[in-house]
């Protein structure tokens, strides 16, 4: 399943400096637009298996995964 996010980005001076809206802490700074937007993906998909990287072991054993649509 794929998933859209929301990145939020402008220039600032020389910088392009952005952040994807419904995750805190992905956020990024490069100095065009395209190497920003790269960067956010990037480190969107780090946070995103990090967390699932952490919930799975706070989980411990005999859990279940499921799939929840909003």
Same mark, same amino acid.
């Given at each position: 399943?794929?998933? %859209?996010?929301? @990145?939020?980005?402008?220039?600032?001076?020389?910088?392009?400096?952005?952040? #994807? *809206?419904?995750?805190?802490?992905?956020?990024?700074?490069?100095? %065009?637009?395209? @190497?920003?937007?790269?960067?956010?993906?990037?480190?969107?998909?780090?946070? #995103? *298996?990090?967390?699932?990287?952490?919930?799975?072991?706070?989980?411990?054993?005999?859990?279940?995964?499921?799939?929840?649509?909003?």
């Amino acid at each position: 399943m794929n998933q %859209t996010y929301t @990145a939020i980005v402008k220039q600032d001076g020389p910088w392009w400096i952005g952040w #994807i *809206e419904e995750v805190p802490g992905v956020n990024g700074q490069e100095s %065009t637009r395209d @190497a920003l937007l790269q960067s956010l993906r990037v480190t969107l998909l780090e946070a #995103i *298996e990090l967390n699932r990287s952490d919930a799975r072991h706070a989980a411990g054993k005999n859990y279940e995964e499921l799939s929840i649509a909003v």
